[in-house]
């Protein structure tokens, strides 16, 4: 994965929950293809009880469940003349879709072109793979948490909606790393990880938590050293790969 994106992920993760990150996912995609219009949406599947292939997913009608989409601004045609499918289809070739199943429900992440003739190509379909284990947990996150629907959410009326409920969630799975990990940072330091995997600047942050610059980028040296890694791509590196992706540290450094 490109390191040019994971200021771009940061930025969509701290927007979850909020009217912002349709957008916000639509640009980080336009970073990898040239789409006129991105899809997502969330459906329910009936049981089974044996793995299934993507076309043995059966989807029921019911109007609880979210979609939204975002246009490009300079697409060549009116936002009326994409042709935004009701159903992922791999016969329009000017279309692509992402699909992830969890708990019962469909995830579907899908980008269109509104001139048929400009085909998505085989490596366009890569490059769009390729950043899909980072897309799907996204768009789930955001739709769950515009229709939170667990106990534990339910609880917490106290946290704000929009981008806070991004930071907290950014924040929540920061912290679920450090305990896979078995690691400790000081609150500083996680917060200097947090405001960076956010897509916030160093002076950004400097101002934001009334410190010097220079204080800042120390704090993230020492969160390096503890976590392993070099500076602010190996973290972003280090927080969206897939679990079994990150390799623990030493122990001399992570203590």
């Known amino acids: 994965m490109n390191s040019h994106l994971f200021p771009h992920i940061g930025k969509v993760i701290a927007s979850t929950g909020s009217r912002h990150f349709p957008r916000m996912l639509h640009d ?11 899809h997502i949406r969330q459906m329910r599947v009936d049981p089974v ?22 246009f490009s601004e300079h697409s060549a045609a009116p936002a009326s003349d994409l ?12 279309q692509l879709h992402l699909t992830r199943r969890k708990d019962g429900y469909r995830y579907v992440i899908s980008v269109y072109r509104s001139d048929q003739s400009q085909r998505f190509s085989a490596h366009e379909r890569s490059l769009l793979q390729d950043i899909s284990p980072v897309l799907m947990p996204m768009v789930e996150n955001h739709i769950n948490a515009l229709q939170p629907a667990s106990i534990e959410t339910e ?21 679920e790393r450090l305990q896979q990990l078995q690691l400790s940072l000081s609150n500083r330091e996680t917060e200097v990880c947090i405001g960076l995997l956010a897509g916030r600047t160093a002076p950004e942050l400097a101002e934001q938590l009334q410190l010097k ?15 392993g890694i070099s500076g602010r791509h190996s973290l972003m590196r280090w927080m969206y790969l897939p679990e079994d992706s990150v390799a623990m540290p030493g122990s001399s450094s992570a203590a």
Request: charged share 20%.
């Open 28 to 38: 980080l995609i336009l970073t990898q293809l040239a789409v006129d219009a991105t």
């Open 213 to 227: 610059v220079n204080t800042v980028e120390s704090y993230l040296k020492r969160a390096a050293i503890k976590l």
């Open 155 to 175: 609880s917490h009326p106290e946290i704000a909606p929009g981008t806070q409920q991004g930071l907290e969630t950014l924040r929540q799975r920061f912290s």
């Open 49 to 70: 009880g044996l793995t299934s292939s993507r076309s043995e997913l059966k989807t029921t009608k019911e109007p609880g469940l979210m979609a939204e989409t975002v």
């Open 83 to 94: 042709p935004i499918a009701a159903e992922p289809t791999t016969a329009d070739t000017s």
